[in-house]
């Protein structure tokens, strides 16, 4: 049982270079969400999905696009890395709607565009 | 607009007790969550209220006022390891959690 895994751990970009981020859950959860972290903010919600085929925008979308064609992945997606979207960046699950649960976090990815 | 407001920094003494204050505003409310994360690593969680009240789990405590939008983290018997980041988040009426920027907690001995 791994829960949460990220891939890949570290990446550096040069700027307009395309890239993907996979997240992976082994927990059967339904709820799946993309943030980021920067230094003096908190985490920011790029964007989630509330099960395999759906997706939605968070607070921070623009320059990501997503896709959960599978349960278990949830894909985040750079078209055209700009140095701005230097971060490191977490995913999280969620059971689903019974909101007492906490969100697993996976180990994150450290991403770095020059 | 949603908004969580945590100190960004305290610092406290080992064997002491130290209180982390988190205020907020949200479009809803379907609880708050405390997250502990070190420096490089992923947050991890610590606890949820989602009823006004204390919850009590081993050295740490958290307490909710829904009426004044707030809560505090009560730490106790202060350890070394205790050194880190605690993190505030509101779950909102669309579940998301809506984050604060984290408080530095930095533990002297």
């Known amino acids: 049982n791994a829960g949460v895994t990220q891939t890949p751990k570290f990446r550096v970009l040069k700027t307009g270079q395309s890239m993907t981020l996979l997240c992976a859950q082994d927990?059967?959860?339904?709820?799946m969400y993309w943030y980021r972290q920067d230094p003096g903010m908190g985490l920011r919600l790029i964007h989630y999905?509330?099960?395999?085929?759906?997706?939605a925008k968070g607070e921070v979308p623009d320059g990501y696009n997503v896709s959960r064609l599978k349960k278990q992945n949830f894909l985040l997606g750079l078209e055209s890395a700009a140095p701005s979207q230097t971060s490191v960046y977490f995913c999280?699950?969620?059971?689903?709607?019974?909101?007492?649960?906490?969100?697993?976090f996976g180990p994150g990815t450290r991403l770095l565009v020059l | 607009g949603q908004n969580i407001d945590q100190p960004t920094e305290m610092t406290a003494t080992e064997g002491a007790i130290v209180q982390i204050n988190c205020t907020y505003q949200?479009?809803?409310?379907?609880?708050l969550f405390w997250y502990q994360q070190h420096a490089g690593e992923a947050p991890t969680f610590l606890s949820y209220?989602?009823l006004d009240g204390l919850e009590e789990k081993g050295r740490f405590s958290s307490f909710l006022s829904r009426s004044k939008g707030y809560s505090y983290l009560l730490l106790k018997e202060l350890q070394m390891k205790d050194s880190a980041s605690y993190l505030c988040?509101?779950?909102?009426?669309?579940?998301?959690?809506?984050w604060g920027a984290g408080t530095k907690l930095i533990i002297k001995p």
């Open positions: 999280a699950t969620l059971p689903g709607t019974s909101v007492a649960e906490t969100q697993y």
């Open positions: 927990m059967n959860h339904e709820y």
């Open positions: 999905s509330v099960g395999e085929g759906t997706t």
């Open positions: 949200t479009s809803g409310f379907n609880g």
């Open positions: 209220n989602v």
């Open positions: 988040a509101v779950m909102d009426s669309n579940y998301q959690l809506i």
